[in-house]
């Protein structure tokens, strides 16, 4: 069967700011309390959709969620206005209102795990929003998530969705962000490869810093959901020493595509045998892997945490060459420059790399892979998705103009009291929905 990779990126929400929520994410703790622009935020988003969509990839567009969510504040025992709501909670409790001000659902690499059809029983694509339940900013992501995937990819025959895997410790689950596929063509059945970072009842090593979001049983509970067989997967613990060097999700160390493994030489715990599990599975479906490790002695962990080498995302022109499209602050590191320079000249398995300015993203920790979620869809199945979010240059100029009409240009924490936010955020939602024709994707409960 054939099938094409399409990549959905998120929208950077009205609200993007650094209020260094995010323990274990260094440049989200690095950054707290400095100046954000949600505006160039949002520009610079959309402006990797569209010359990634130029290029002839499949590009499609997710919306940022209601922020601050007034839902969520009320949930917490605020009441009154939704005005009054915030500023009470701006006097009182200042780290709930920065939680419901968060726009983290922009990093749709967490918004879900996506299997494709090749690889499901009932040959349809499957789909678990993740609970995201390490932060408390994040797992208020999962209910509008469902509902925007719903949205998006209409239609029980081609799609099937889950409930977001129960928030207890041990189900922590991060979606995509710790999910790659293999296969030798994206329309063939594939291998999916699950990583976490510790195992509640399996016991083993655990990082000892900072939180692993994600556990073994999360993993294997959504692998079990999808339906993904012994032959179909493969679990793999990332080393525990790099999850307290700040890598707190697997694509920040790690990408994969088809038959590529683009990764750090300290990955995963016990990676050669890692690699031969893969290997051997990958060659039962046709395919042999290829490993690009990147060795210590070329990119510290430290370099690859800054720079966010990994956090990169692999795709396959139409000609068949493989392009690594990495952030501006890959060329910025002397060393990940040379490496990369090195890495094309060698004419290995990577053939262009491509850079962008995400500056404002990258931040808060959310590089080019973080900012887009994967999904293999046949030619039937890319007929059913909601035809509004693919990028061309008609929804490109739409959004540009809704972004420059509705974004302001400067954020700091102290804005976050300012209630009028909510309003404006609202209305541009609003206009975004008829946009994209969402339907009733967002609970707005209005309270004036
Ligand atoms: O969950 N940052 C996000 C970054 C997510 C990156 N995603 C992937 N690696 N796929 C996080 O840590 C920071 C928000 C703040 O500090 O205000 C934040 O949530």
Same mark, same amino acid.
């Given at each position: ?76 025992? !605020?009441?009154?206005?939704? +005005? ?15 939680? $419901? ?20 029983? @009932? ?10 339940? &390490? ?26 969705? +889950? ?9 922590? /689950?991060? %979606?995509?962000?710790? +999910?790659? #596929? ?18 509640? !009842?399996?016991?083993g090593v655990a990082p000892q810093r900072y939180p692993a979001r994600q556990?073994?049983?999360?993993? $294997? ?21 790099? *999850?307290?060097?700040?890598?707190? +999700?697997?694509?920040? *160390? ?18 050669? $045998? ?16 290829? =490993?690009?490790? =990147? ?7 430290? /370099?690859?945490?800054? &720079? ?27 060393? =990940?420059? $040379? ?6 000249? &060698?004419? %290995? ?7 962008? @300015?995400?500056?404002?993203?990258? #931040?808060?920790?959310? %590089? ?20 509004? =979010?693919? *990028?061309?240059d008609a929804r490109f100029a739409q959004l540009d103009s809704w972004i ?10 102290? /804005? ?13 939602? /609003?206009?975004?929905? #008829? *946009? ?7 609970d707005f409960q209005l309270v004036n």
């Amino acid at each position: 069967m054939s099938a094409r990779e399409a990549n959905f990126d998120g929208l950077v929400g009205l609200t993007h700011n650094y209020s260094g929520l995010s323990f274990g994410n260094v440049a989200s703790q690095n950054n707290a309390a400095s100046v954000a622009n949600p505006r160039a935020a949002a520009r610079q988003g959309l402006r990797k959709m569209k010359a990634l969509a130029d290029l002839g990839f499949l590009q499609g567009v997710l919306p940022p969620q209601e922020r601050p969510s007034a839902r969520f504040l009320r949930a917490q025992g !605020f009441t009154g206005t939704d +005005h009054e709501m915030i500023m009470r909670a701006a006097k009182e409790a200042p780290a709930i209102l920065a939680a $419901a001000s968060s726009a983290s659902s922009m990093w749709v690499a967490n918004a879900a795990t996506v299997s494709p059809s090749a690889d499901t029983p @009932d040959g349809r694509v499957h789909f678990t929003p993740a609970s995201l339940s &390490s932060k408390l900013h994040r797992a208020i992501e999962a209910p509008t998530t469902g509902r925007v995937l719903r949205a998006v990819f209409a239609g029980d025959s081609h799609f099937a969705f +889950h409930e977001p895997l129960i928030g207890a410790p041990a189900m922590g /689950d991060e %979606g995509a962000a710790n +999910h790659t #596929r293999f296969c030798s063509d994206y329309g063939e059945a594939g291998v999916e490869f699950f990583v976490y970072g510790r195992s509640e !009842f399996g016991g083993g090593v655990a990082p000892q810093r900072y939180p692993a979001r994600q556990t073994l049983e999360a993993s $294997a509970a959504i692998a079990r959901l999808h339906g993904l067989g012994e032959n179909a997967t493969v679990f793999a613990q990332q080393h525990p020493d790099v *999850i307290d060097a700040g890598v707190f +999700h697997n694509d920040v *160390i790690a990408v994969g595509n088809r038959d590529l493994l683009f990764c750090h030489q300290n990955a995963f715990l016990n990676q050669p $045998a890692v690699y031969e599990e893969i290997r051997a599975k990958l060659a039962a479906r046709g395919a042999q892997l290829r =490993v690009v490790e =990147v060795p210590v002695a070329a990119v510290p962990v430290e /370099d690859a945490v800054s &720079s966010y080498l990994f956090n990169s995302q692999l795709l396959t022109r139409a000609d068949g060459k493989t392009v690594l499209v990495v952030p501006q602050e890959c060329r910025d590191n002397p060393r =990940v420059s $040379a490496y990369l320079d090195q890495l094309t000249a &060698s004419r %290995g398995p990577i053939d262009e790399v491509l850079v962008f @300015d995400l500056r404002e993203s990258m #931040r808060n920790g959310g %590089g080019p892979a973080c900012l887009r979620l994967r999904v293999v869809l046949s030619d039937a199945e890319q007929a059913a998705v909601n035809p509004q =979010v693919w *990028i061309n240059d008609a929804r490109f100029a739409q959004l540009d103009s809704w972004i420059e009409r509705h974004y302001r240009d400067r954020l700091v924490d102290a /804005d976050l009291a300012d209630p009028s936010l909510l309003d404006e955020c609202r209305t541009a939602l /609003d206009e975004l929905t #008829r *946009i994209l024709a969402l339907g009733s994707v967002y609970d707005f409960q209005l309270v004036n």
